[in-house]
T-cell receptor, first 116, second 113 residues
Framework: DAGITQSPRHKVTETGTPVTLRCHQT?????MYWYRQDPGHGLRLIHY???????DKGEVSDGYSVSRSKTEDFLLTLESATSSQTSVYFC???????????????FGEGSWLTVV | GENVEQHPSTLSVQEGDSAVIKCTYS??????FPWYKQELGKGPQLIID?????GEKKDQRIAVTLNKTAKHFSLHITETQPEDSAVYFC????????????FGKGTKLSVKP
């Protein structure tokens, strides 16, 4: 358990409405990530953060924005949701793992978003 | 751009048999290769990983091999059990970054009792 909580876990929203997904971590990790998962595409990086107010784009960032005003929270916002953003969204953190002798990525349980 | 190819996309084995999933990567600078298992409705769980300074790593019934020259790595599961049924993803870190991973598209493994 990497201490990651995603909310909401499930959401249905209408096209054109704003949506914010929250990722909360309890262990003060510096790096946090948002991925989306779609059939036939695997997991793709949307945005990531390497510290408070420090964020960068990933592979599929169009239509998404992020904010990190405190270490424990990383928010993903869909400014105007579209049907193509129907997906499962996973938050992840990078944590130093003594057993594995390096940093490893751990995922949350996911947020299922349906845009109708 | 960077890419990770994963094969096969589906794999069905009998309980007790071995399963092998193969991945190739394109970024020669990649130095970290994790494998994740994802059960239905859950997030991906790290099951094993390998760094570029070793060629093989084992953890009980699972093992991963890495061939940096050929840029491919494989997951081996021996004595498969029904609870091994899941989707498995390989990944490779790219761009020398902290942890930005590129994932394969996944392999759905079914273990038949």
């Amino acid at each position: 358990d990497a201490g990651i909580t995603q909310s909401p876990r499930h959401k249905v929203t209408e096209t054109g409405t704003p949506v914010t997904l929250r990722c909360h971590q309890t262990e003060n990790h510096r790096y946090m990530y948002w991925y989306r998962q779609d059939p036939g595409h695997g997991l793709r990086l949307i945005h990531y953060s390497y510290g408070v107010k420090d964020t960068d784009k990933g592979e599929v960032s169009d239509g998404y924005s992020v904010s990190r005003s405190k270490t424990e929270d990383f928010l993903l916002t869909l400014e105007s949701a579209t049907s193509s953003q129907t997906s499962v969204y996973f938050c992840a953190i990078s944590a130093h793992d003594r057993v594995r002798s390096g940093n490893t990525i751990y995922f949350g349980e996911g947020s299922w978003l349906t845009v109708v | 751009g960077e890419n990770v190819e994963q094969h096969p996309s589906t794999l069905s084995v009998q309980e007790g048999d071995s399963a092998v999933i193969k991945c190739t990567y394109s970024d020669s600078a990649s130095n970290y290769f994790p494998w994740y298992k994802q059960e239905l409705g859950k997030g991906p769980q790290l099951i094993i990983d390998i760094r570029s300074n070793v060629g093989e790593k084992k953890d009980q019934r699972i093992a991963v091999t890495l061939n940096k020259t050929a840029k491919h790595f494989s997951l081996h599961i021996t004595e498969t059990q029904p609870e091994d049924s899941a989707v498995y993803f390989c990944a490779a870190v790219y761009g020398g970054s902290q942890g930005n991973l590129i994932f394969g598209k996944g392999t759905k493994l079914s273990v038949k009792p």
